[in-house]
Nanobody, 126 residues
């Protein structure tokens, strides 16, 4: 099982980025995928989750209305479209495979994710 996150970079406040998570070693549509982030000096936090089929999503309050998660199971890829970025969004972003098909409606619990990508750095700065 492998997850490869990409798409990070430097962006100005108010800008946009799209992260990608390419997965392999399992049937993509059988599992939920989550995005997490870890800002400097802070604990890793859950950002968004998408059900195996893509028909249901979850967002943390801090990104709701600005970020959109989607997936293309034919391409084994999950995306995180990030708009209206602020310096508070600066972090290393990780994608992770959940050990089940559904996202939790109460948030992303790291213990429920069994495989992790290597992370991609997003820096929001002028």
């Amino acid at each position: 099982v492998q997850l490869q996150a990409s798409g990070g970079g430097l962006v100005q406040p108010g800008g946009s980025l799209r992260l990608s998570c390419e997965v392999s070693g399992f049937t993509s549509g059988d599992y939920a995928i989550g995005w997490f982030r870890q800002a400097p000096g802070k604990e890793r936090e859950g950002v968004s989750c998408i059900r195996g089929s893509g028909s249901s999503t979850y967002y943390a309050d801090s990104v709701k209305g600005r970020f959109t998660i989607s997936r293309d199971n034919a391409k084994n890829t999950v995306y995180l479209q990030m708009n209206s970025l602020t310096p508070e969004d600066t972090a290393v972003y990780y994608c992770a495979k959940k050990s089940g098909y559904y996202c939790s409606l109460s948030g992303l619990r790291q213990a429920q994710y069994d495989y992790w990508g290597q992370g991609t750095l997003v820096t929001v700065s002028s």
